[in-house]
């Protein structure tokens, strides 16, 4: 069974940017996770998108957003970029909706200069 | 204080030594905790999922979790070169708008 998969690997923008990452969730799994992982803040939950419908959501402004489709790829978005945005994003994907069980991809780099 | 927190390491040991990585937590409704691994460029895998208090083992790993100490820990049996990677705790809560809380991880080097 195919991975979670992530698109792009990596990217570079420039601040006031916006930028678009997708996520192709493991076949099956209905529930999509984002994450930001960075070196300062860790691992943090963005949001969780379940049945299309977003169910959850980490303590992000909303420059950051989501959305999911019917056949359960998501995607990212974050508008006005800022230096601090750089990190790695990771996608996550789990049979059942909620944190448990869930199945990472390998991340976004987002660079933003 | 922060929610979880975790050694920062790193840690380096030799081959074949035992390794025991350890979290604490504050928040008492956290009900599941997770050991994830992450090599270098790579998504966090996950290694072990329990559920409350209690021990459990998957081949040369343990994890083990006291609530009453709000402690977990994570135990490598005879340690592997390839067991070289970024330990992350992680811990929820149930119900509706449950989130996975993270530790910052521990970088575990283990030399031949």
């Known amino acids: 069974k195919a991975g979670v998969t992530q698109t792009p690997r990596y990217l570079i923008k420039t601040r006031g940017q916006q930028v678009t990452l997708s996520c192709s969730p493991i076949?099956?799994?209905?529930?999509v996770s984002w994450y930001q992982q960075t070196p300062g803040q860790g691992l943090q939950f963005l949001f969780e998108?379940?049945?299309?419908?977003?169910?959850n959501k980490g303590n992000f402004p909303g420059r950051f957003s989501g959305r999911q489709f019917s056949n359960s790829r998501s995607e990212m978005n974050v508008s006005t970029l800022e230096l601090g945005d750089s990190a790695l994003y990771l996608c996550?994907?789990?049979?059942?909706?909620?944190?448990?069980?869930?199945?990472f991809g390998p991340g976004t780099r987002l660079t933003v200069t | 204080q922060k929610e979880v927190e975790q050694d920062p390491g790193p840690l380096s040991v030799p081959e074949g030594a035992i390794v025991s990585l350890n979290c604490t937590y504050s928040?008492?409704?956290?009900?599941?905790f997770m050991w994830y691994r992450q090599y270098s460029r790579k998504g966090p895998e996950l290694l072990m999922y329990?559920?409350?208090?209690g021990n459990k083992e998957d081949g040369r790993f343990t994890a083990q979790v006291d609530k009453s100490s709000k402690y977990i820990s994570l135990f490598i049996r005879d340690s592997q070169p390839s067991d070289s990677a970024t330990y992350l705790c992680?811990?929820?809560?149930?119900?509706?708008?449950?989130?996975?809380?993270f530790g910052k991880g521990i970088t575990l080097s283990v030399r031949p």
């Open positions: 996550a994907s789990s049979y059942l909706r909620g944190p448990y069980e869930q199945y």
């Open positions: 076949s099956g799994h209905r529930s």
């Open positions: 998108y379940f049945s299309e419908t977003q169910r």
């Open positions: 928040n008492s409704a956290f009900q599941y």
């Open positions: 329990t559920y409350s208090s």
């Open positions: 992680a811990m929820t809560s149930t119900g509706a708008n449950s989130k996975l809380t």
